[in-house]
């Protein structure tokens, strides 16, 4: 177990790396909500062909932001060529979803910020029914200074 702190926060302990399942109990434990949360979504064994195609990957990131009640704004990915990995953001109105992929390891790094009554651990949901993965392993971050503006 590790100690995940926000500055002048109290100390929550939470796994270093937890599973898809548990998120929603770690967002639980603080009393005082954050002004968002961050996840970080390591996802392994993914067929390659999907991390190879910006408009399957596109099409996931915003079925992700629908799913946590997101408001996509803009949208922008960058396939690298044949063969290779895809970079993309979609901006949302509650901040981002972001993803870089590496069909050469069938790896995926998604990066899922959210504030407001969005619910991203739906999204990470979502992005693991559509990927597939054999691992996924995500860290959630509390942003905000433990809530206080």
């Not at 953001?89 to 992929?101: K, M």
């Amino acid at each position: 177990m590790v100690a995940a702190t926000v500055a002048g926060a109290q100390a929550l302990p939470m796994a270093a790396v937890i599973q898809a399942a548990d998120i929603n109990s770690v967002i639980a434990l603080n009393p005082v909500p954050p002004i968002g949360h961050h996840l970080l979504a390591d996802l392994q064994g993914i067929n390659p062909d999907i991390l190879a195609n910006p408009e399957q990957i596109e099409t996931a990131l915003r079925q992700a932001a629908a799913a946590a009640g997101a408001t996509p704004i803009f949208a922008k990915f960058h396939h690298f060529g044949p063969g290779q990995g895809v970079t993309g953001v979609l901006l949302l109105q509650e901040s981002h979803i972001s993803i870089h992929t590496w069909p050469e390891r069938e790896f995926a790094a998604v990066d899922v910020f959210m504030c407001g009554d969005c619910q991203p651990e739906r999204a990470i949901a979502v992005l693991e029914q559509v990927f597939v993965p054999r691992e996924s392993r995500i860290q959630v971050i509390e942003r905000g200074l433990n809530g206080e503006a």
